[in-house]
């Protein structure tokens, strides 16, 4: 019998508008559709002109190949299962380390166990070991008290978010966004979980564009521009988001020009909200990853001066633990009374999950120098993070070789952000398919060669410009596939398409 929806008391008209309005265009159309084709591959060998689907689309290492850290999932499992410490076959299945590291955090769990809640801000012995790699890493100290252990960052962004990342930016919205008339700047182009999760809570996104032409600098006289118009309406601009390294845009920003940001922020009172979960890759040999922290801290700014929200999660970097779901935020320059807020909404959740808690330490205090995991740890970190630079270089060469693209450098990050230029043709075939242009692109070349990228018009871009975002994620001997097919297709539309 078929259903029958008509006395439904919930319709798409009648769900809650904010739902509605919000897009997340890296799981959007373009994905629904390579799962189909990847279905009829797998139900009719050859029924298509390419043999696989090759996804470019999502930040999502494991899933096309990379292999974990071998010491982080050792300790995980330990910690999972704490009887096989006690087993004398252990001392030949793990190393020492990862035996001493799992029996350490066993301890700290609740109930000696991963299946057990814990403290809404986290595991305090695992706070505390990520505070002290925060010191490390920046030369400032850290405070186990500013750190909140979440399901990735998303959870601190915004907790609807398929990605990880929007756990942290969930709790940070719910706090700052009290009606439409408060505003969050935001980098355009964006990782789109910052405007989902925007218009899942009611506020404004306050757009700021990147400048392309200086390899999507973030310059300073834009963001006053864009936050003086949104004033001039009326829109209370309560954060400044930064993307550090760039998503989609793979920049890494230079010092100088994060302290501009810094003190921008503290002149406007806003708070900086810090997305540094590419921090560990890097690929252009003239660039750093500073914090933003380290940033305010070398300037003299303390607690009192400046709020700051940093992001980290384990889902990138070169460990790619996307489906552990782990991250923190450290926050820093809020009051006591603001900070009861946080930790309330924080145990609105209970606490997010062990494993992705553990993770997060290990990130932080990885294998050292005469610890029997040390080298396996370097040679795995190192060679993938090196694996990552080769592709970056081989796929930005192979768009700058393409007509009508031009392509900046990957400096970090996961993703290039080439600009197409399209042919007028081209742009009147996709307003009659009632498509944007670079999505028209991007549908068309996955039909053609099972090559899955994510159209510029879900990140953002400047009106009349076109682009799309590829990740540089799968395998190094996927590659030369990848550049070929994309390569063929491109002349063949552009050929198609000329004026």
């Known amino acids: 019998m078929a259903s029958n929806y008509t006395t439904s008391p919930v319709t798409a008209e009648s769900l809650n508008p904010k739902v509605l309005k919000c897009e997340y265009a890296v799981r959007g159309e373009i ?29 999502n290492p494991q899933s096309l190949g990379q292999k974990p850290i071998t010491f982080f999932r050792e300790v995980l499992a330990l910690c999972d299962h704490p009887p096989l410490l006690d087993k004398t076959e252990t001392s030949s299945l793990f190393s020492k380390d990862s035996i001493k590291r799992a029996s350490t955090i066993v301890d700290q769990m609740p109930g000696r166990a991963t299946g057990a809640y814990s403290h809404s801000q986290g595991i305090k012995g695992l706070r505390d070991t990520i505070a002290a790699g925060l010191e490390i890493r920046d030369g400032f100290p850290a405070d186990p008290n500013d750190i909140f252990l979440t399901d990735g960052a998303s959870p601190g962004v915004n907790s609807t978010s398929p990605v990880i990342v929007m756990l942290k930016v969930h709790m940070m919205m719910q706090l700052l966004i009290r009606s439409e008339k408060d505003g969050i700047l935001c980098p355009i182009p964006q990782y789109p979980l910052y405007s989902a999760s925007i218009a899942l809570h009611g506020g404004t996104l306050v757009r700021y564009y990147l400048d392309e032409e200086t390899g999507w600098g973030l310059e300073i ?20 988001v930064v993307i550090n390294p760039g998503n989609p845009t793979g920049q890494v920003l ?70 552990k779901r782990g991250g ?21 959740n209970l606490c997010s999950n062990i494993s992705g808690q553990i993770l997060a330490s290990l990130v932080m205090n990885p294998p050292k120098v005469g610890d029997e995991s040390y080298d396996t740890y370097l040679a795995e970190r190192d060679g993938i993070l090196k694996s990552l630079a080769r592709r970056a270089k081989t ?34 075939a996709a307003e009659e398919a009632k498509k944007a242009a670079d999505a028209y692109y991007a549908i068309r070349l996955l039909n053609a060669t099972g090559v899955v990228v994510v159209p510029g018009s879900g990140f953002g871009q400047v009106p009349g410009t076109w682009h799309f975002r590829c990740t540089i994620l799968p395998q190094e001997d996927k590659i030369p596939a990848i550049v070929s097919q994309l390569t063929s297709f491109h002349k063949k539309f552009m050929d198609e398409f000329r004026d």
């Not at 006289?221 to 400044?240: D, M, N, P, Y």
């Not at 806003?270 to 890759?281: G, I, K, R, S, T």
């Not at 393409?402 to 042919?423: D, H, Q, S, W």
């Open 328 to 348: 923190y935020m450290e926050v820093t320059g809020f009051s006591p009374e603001v900070r009861e807020q946080f930790y309330k909404v924080a145990s609105v």
């Open 395 to 428: 796929l930005e060469d192979a768009f700058n070789s393409l007509e009508g693209v031009t392509c900046n450098k990957a400096e970090g990050a996961m993703y290039l952000f080439p600009r197409i230029r399209l042919p007028k043709k081209a742009i009147k």
């Open 221 to 240: 006289s834009e963001l006053k521009k864009q936050l003086e118009a949104a004033r001039k309406t009326g829109i209370t601009v309560r954060a400044l």
């Open 254 to 323: 230079a010092e100088e020009n994060q302290r501009q940001i810094v003190d921008f922020c503290k002149k406007e009172g806003l708070v900086l909200l810090a997305d540094e979960v590419y921090q560990e890759n890097i690929y252009a040999p003239d660039k750093k990853f500073n914090s933003f922290k380290k940033i305010c801290r070398s300037m003299g700014y303390g607690d009192k001066d400046i709020s700051l929200v940093s992001f980290q999660s384990v889902s990138k970097g070169y460990h790619g633990e996307c489906g």
């Open 31 to 59: 994905v629904s559709v390579a799962q189909k084709l990847q279905q009829d591959l797998q139900a009719n060998p050859g029924s298509h002109p390419f043999k696989e689907i090759l996804y470019c689309n999502i930040g």
